[in-house]
């Protein structure tokens, strides 16, 4: 199986038909316990999963989140102050 078709599958198993029950700022504590300097948007859902964009695939910050919201596009990072 391909890295691809692991991850959709994955993805969608966790997501697909899934509440978002709460739509927030990552609390500055967690963002400072990962070594961030940005808080970014957090995306919880029903089962208790969360997503949160990343500034780069390793990890090393919180990023924007791009979205097809109108006047909401891009969605930014909070200092972790």
Known sequence: MSYETDILAK???ALVGKKIIKVEYMNAADARRMGWCNRPIA???EGGTVLF???DDEGN???ALATSIPECETVGVLPAT
């Open 11 to 13: 993805l969608r198993s």
């Open 43 to 45: 995306i919880v859902t």
């Open 53 to 55: 964009p990343l500034a």
């Open 61 to 63: 910050d919180g990023g």
